[in-house]
């Protein structure tokens, strides 16, 4: 912009008589150097500064010192406290939080990444969590600690205003140095620093030392003058010193000499130094910061940059950014790559609708309310100065377009349409017909434009109009787009083709119903590209024919900034540029998605980008490969060679971890939760609040997280959000794992975790459930005991019975036996057969004998059994004077010998075998008794040729109580010995006669 008060003194210059020829003169020479002014005026500055103050959340504005810990974390020491800043915000420190004094002169950090902060009044060491203060070196205060630093052994070092202290560790007690090498005290120490040989240079402002055997040598120049150091610092195998109105020194050997000299201002008080990563020197200084670069300085101060031109100290973090502190506050320095140009830099109007350029490069901005301007070669101008077609409307130009002849073209709001040739204005339509977009059809020598009703072609000086039938009414024709079939897109209320005679509706099918459609563009590919007002981007795909293969939705799940897109454009690199309600942001189409999201870098007002309401964006890439944005504030040049990467991984922390309060609970304080912390099961609620650190664009980190502990735990979608609820969490063990991604894609490389439990309740806890199982247990243990007493009991109870049983069943079964054989012996007597009765007697006599012996036993073995059976039969053959014979036959096998049975068991069968079987029957009579052994079973065969079961003998009403008392043994015997006896009777058919009778005993 041309100087105000040259212009002052043009016009304040009025002609005489006698001084007309040099007046004019002097105003023609002031009227070139204002040109040259403003046209120096627009040119790039090299840096961007961003000053932070108390209004930005720092303790105080007067600020001394910075640094950045190995957490990424920006320390700004100040005269009312210490600021932490993670790029967001500011948690600051006072004497209320532990700091030993709230004017903070100086940091380092040591090998265990403790904090030491030096003040007023002592010094604080911030160590986990919490401040160390040391306040005195035994009984000497410690005030005006005015340099730290760490040596190569660990120790740090300290200057005061009693002398220099030296640490150990952070637990250590301090030990004072205050004596040089004529035992003179050396006090009000400042800087500190260790040379590349490992001695150490201490200064006071007004002299350097070199620490020497615990004493203090003095370095002088070589004409023996005192050197003024102030600061000291190491760069690399460089030792530099800056001095008090002495300029800048280089330490080596025991010698001093100036550099730069020839390039620095007189009366420089340098008090901080550092290199950044472009090897550039900078100082801070009395007389703003000084950025040195291969000979040339470039003084930042408040002429351009600074708000003081006092800088008191300058830091760098890793993400190379520059951090000047002064008594105005805290300035953030980084390299600048996007230009801003509005009406203070030349620009005719800050709301900039369009943006063209013609063959040459020359960049047009269309505004509104009067002429417009141009950008060449650095020069803001006014081209075609007699245009004022928007002046009378103050309505805004909607396209600023060149066609392949150098015509410009122009559409205002409410004028129309001019065509701009050299020096010639014509008005193309009349007032009121403007037109919303501009294609030029270079193959058939026409040009395309649309309004809020149709399409228009411009060709040979006529016009002809196109109107889509009803069903495809355009709704203001915002954008248009030629493809390789020659075919146009239109982008109004929906997406439409038209290849000249027939409109086709492609809104449907590429889900842009009901949306306007701002912007089409292609890329290096051939896809075609459609931005949206509310529903994003669409990537068109199409084959060699021009038929649709995909269409691909990309909006902010996808990591648009905003679904509103008002332009997009691709730079030399294939990377899409978008302008949107949200900001401008280009995205990296060539990086795979992370997460389902495009890679992308959002600039913002860190970026050094103009504060924009973001109603007005369009976009524009010149000759050079430079994207030009116009907004409603003004217009922006983003040099693409100069954009930054950062690919420092941003450090990422969860900084809070508290309960939620139910909507049933009263309020209470806020409880924090620890790490590691035990919760009850009903503490199930937690909020976490977590900050990933970018110095240089806080704006574009984002963050993806997951709870390990829950079903299926995964990493969610990136987003903007720090802070994170969870509820109803069930009990177990959980971990958050929190990783942040800064704006050019670099996640961070260690993840931030938190570690806690919920426990069950306590029904649900593992010693509960043993606990209930255990009783459980015990119970079923007690009833699976107490059925068992209670079975053995009963079964107790059954055996005896059983035994009662048989007994009673055999003191039956004997009587009847012995009843029988009287019977005999009655028999003998009536027939008069005293040799056979006497004989008979004595069998039987034995017989009893041995029934009596038999009695006491509930079971005996086989062998006796079967001779018991055999004396009966021997007596009941000789009452029958031998009228049946009979034979036993037993297997010979021990295990059927020794097997254990009632003894009266087979003696029934037996009787009934003779008495109703064979006595009856005439003829041949025999009996047959069998033992053998069928496998696991014993089995007892009694056979008799008697006349059968049908054609035997029976008395009316009688039932044989042998038979009966049989029947009850088995039930006894089974009951007892828990064998089942089985009985089977075999009635003989025809020609043969008698029974047989098969027992079946498990053995």
Known sequence: MPNRSLMNMIHECQPTRSGIKGCKLLQIILLIYVELVAALGVEAQPFMCRQFSANDGLPSSYCFTSLQDSDGYLWVGTYGGVGRFDGATFRNFTVNDGLVNNQALTFCQDKDQNIWIGTFNGISIWKHGRFRNITKAGNTPIERVFGLTKTHDGRIWATCEQGLLVFDNAEATPRLFQLDTQQQPVTHLWGVCQTPSGQLLVSNTYHLFLLDKDRFAEIKYPDGQPIKARCLVRLGNQ???????????????????????????????VFDILTDKRQRLWLATNQG??????????????????????????????????????????????????????????????????LGKDKNGVIYFGGCNGAFTAYRQGTLFQPFQAFNGTKTSGLPIHFTRFDHKGNLWISCDAEGVYKLSGNQIGKITTTGKFCSSFLEDTLNDAIWMGNREQLFRYQHDQWTSFSPPPAMAVDDILALYQDKQNRLWLGTYGLRIFDGKTWTNLSKKTNTENVFIQSIKTDATGAIWVGTIGKGIRKIQLDEKGAIVSVETITSRQGLQNDSVLDIEFDNEGQLWVGSFGGIMRIDLKRPKEKGQYVSRIFNRTSGMLDNTWQIVSLLKDNAGDIWAGTSTGAMRFSIRDIPTNATSPPVHIVSAQLLQNAHELPTSVQTIPVNGVLPYYQNALNFQFTGISLSDPAGIRYTYKLAGLPEATWSAFSKQNNINFTNLPPNTYTLHVKAINADGVESRQEATFTFTINPPFWKTWWFRVLVALVIASALLAAVQFRIRFLNEKHKTALQISEWKLKALQSQMNPHFIFNSLNSIQNFIITNQPIEGVKYLSKFSKLVRKILENSNYQQMKLERVMETLQMYVELEAMRFNQEFKYQFVIGDDDILYDTLLPPMLFQPFVENAIWHGLMPKKGDKFLLIQIEKQADILLCVIDDNGVGRANGVKKEGHTSRGESITKDTFDAFSQQTGKEATLTIIDKVAPLTGTRVEIRIPL
């Open 239 to 269: 030792m530099l010193i800056g001095t008090y109105e002495q300029g800048l020194l280089e330490y080596k050997a025991g010698t001093v000499k100036p550099m730069y000299s020839s390039i620095l201002p007189s009366k420089l008080r």
């Open 289 to 354: 910061a000084i950025c040195i670069d291969k000979g040339n300085a470039t003084i930042l101060s408040t002429k351009n940059y600074l708000p003081s031109d006092k800088c008191l100290g300058i830091s760098k973090d890793t993400e190379e950014n520059i951090w000047l502190t002064s008594p105005e506050g805290l300035v953030q320095c980084k390299e600048r790559f996007i230009d801003v140009f509005t009406k203070s830099d030349g620009l005719l109007n800050d709301e900039i609708y369009s």
